[in-house]
């Protein structure tokens, strides 16, 4: 974990800034369980401690589902925490007694997270996705549908239940109604039990769980979509709904398909081969245009998508975003360099622009992990070059949300990033000299 030194200029009357974390693969929930408070006892956080946690982060694998009802409230009778928030998981990423952070796919695994912030306002939510407000409404009927107060609020924990069957037009309406809040989150995994797959307070709920984080405290996202282009950039020229007919490139237009053939022809034997099952597209918007961009491939964010069909009488391509003319696209192609290589420099980007993070979140692909990378922890053991012993805590997810070019979306195949750091205004604010 970082050295304690880094938050000591952060307390509140005599709290200070911490984390503790514990992860255990018992195979059965009530050794599990015994393990994570054993690990966290021993740390400070346990039912006899002096102070409690403000928020206790909870993911666990699916393999327990069907005793997910009981994990709360074990947990909450043995350890101390004001507020509890959690997911179970294709996977989970936990960090244990010894420090270093692990991603544990395909088998039993629990990780608890449990920490102190002060002068940070929390707004924990639970939400009936049954029935959204209008997307075309007021933005207060969303306000006061989740019960939170945006000007408390700089950031957004997110989890989704996979029964939810609008999480689009939820993610819209959070932003609609939270515009500027960095969200972070996933779905959690699905199950055969016949409860929800969330975790809040002390029960298990369907819909949607979340908390809104202020104060002195904020979430940075980062997003890391796996991919890396191939070929130019081109403008869609005709297109009906999610399908692609004609792409142009200056005064040449042709379909697709044809498009994508000529950049094969530019492809080494290993591409080439990555096209068959490693194909995407990514889609740009207007309001992905950084700083200084004039329309390259350099200068605009791309939304990563799946290309679901082509037609082979036409050329043209299906891809599972909607699409309009005149939007910029590119092909992309995912592999495990790709993937290690953006994921690096985006978390160095972070590390140049932000105090040191207090703790990490992370929300992962299932197609990432072993999958990808051919090796465990794959993206934790980057993130710890990065950040030298950052505890860490997340899930393996069959959605992931985060924010490309600041509006919040569902993705696939990537690795959402949330790292929890002191605002730059608390930090300053701390720093100043008592009076007198």
Not at 204 to 216: M, P, W
Not at 229 to 249: H, T, Y
Not at 380 to 403: D, H, K, T, Y
Request: aromatic residues 6%; glycine residues 12%; proline residues 6%.
């Amino acid at each position: 974990m970082p050295a304690p030194h880094l938050f000591s200029w952060l307390r509140r009357g005599d709290e200070q800034a911490s984390c503790r974390t514990a992860l255990s693969r018992q195979p059965s929930l009530e050794e599990a369980v015994s393990e994570v408070v054993d690990q966290l006892n021993a740390k400070g956080f346990g039912a006899a401690a002096r102070g409690e946690a403000d928020l206790a982060l909870v993911f666990s694998s699916t393999s327990y589902a069907s005793d997910l009802p009981r994990l709360l409230p074990l947990l909450r009778s043995r350890l101390r925490s004001r507020h509890w928030l959690g997911a179970a998981g294709g996977g989970v990423v936990g960090t244990g007694a010894s420090g270093t952070a692990h991603e544990v796919e395909q088998e039993s695994a629990l990780s608890v997270m449990l920490l102190r912030l002060p002068g940070a306002e929390l707004q924990l939510f639970g939400l009936d996705t049954d029935q959204l407000p209008d997307l075309d409404g007021d933005s207060r009927d969303w306000i006061d549908w989740v019960g939170a107060d945006p000007e408390l609020a700089d950031s957004m924990l997110l989890l989704v239940d996979p029964t939810c069957q609008a999480i689009n037009d939820l993610i819209s309406g959070l932003d609609y109604a939270f515009p500027g809040l960095a969200k972070v989150g996933g779905i959690a995994g699905p199950h055969s039990a016949s409860h929800g797959s969330l975790l809040l307070d002390d029960r298990v709920v369907t819909g949607a769980v979340g908390c809104l984080i202020g104060g002195s405290w904020t979430i940075d996202p980062v997003v890391a979509q796996g991919c890396r282009p191939i070929g130019p950039v081109f403008e869609i020229e005709q297109a009906e709904r999610n399908v692609v007919l004609q792409l142009s490139r200056g005064d040449q237009q042709n379909t697709p398909v044809n498009c994508l053939q000529t950049i094969l022809q530019t492809l080494n034997p290993a591409e080439r081969e990555l096209v068959r099952h490693s194909l995407f597209l990514g889609v740009a918007r207007n309001s992905f245009n950084l700083a200084g961009g004039g329309g390259d491939a350099e200068s605009t964010a791309f939304l990563v998508r799946n290309l679901i069909g082509v037609d082979p009488r036409n050329g043209a391509v299906a891809v599972a975003e909607r699409l309009r003319v005149g939007q910029q696209v590119q092909f992309q192609l995912r592999d495990a360099d790709a993937s290690r290589q953006e994921l690096r420099q985006l978390l160095r980007n972070q590390a140049k622009a932000s105090e040191p993070p207090l703790a990490g979140l992370l929300f992962a692909c299932l197609g990432r992990g072993k999958g990808l990378y051919g090796e465990a922890d794959g993206d934790v053991r980057i993130a710890q070059g990065e950040f030298p012993g950052l505890p860490m805590a997340g899930a393996f997810c069959n959605g992931e949300i985060g924010p490309v070019g600041g509006s919040t979306y569902l993705h696939g195949y990537t690795a959402s990033w949330g790292f929890l750091v002191p605002k730059p205004d608390a930090v300053a604010s701390a720093e100043q000299p008592p009076e007198g």
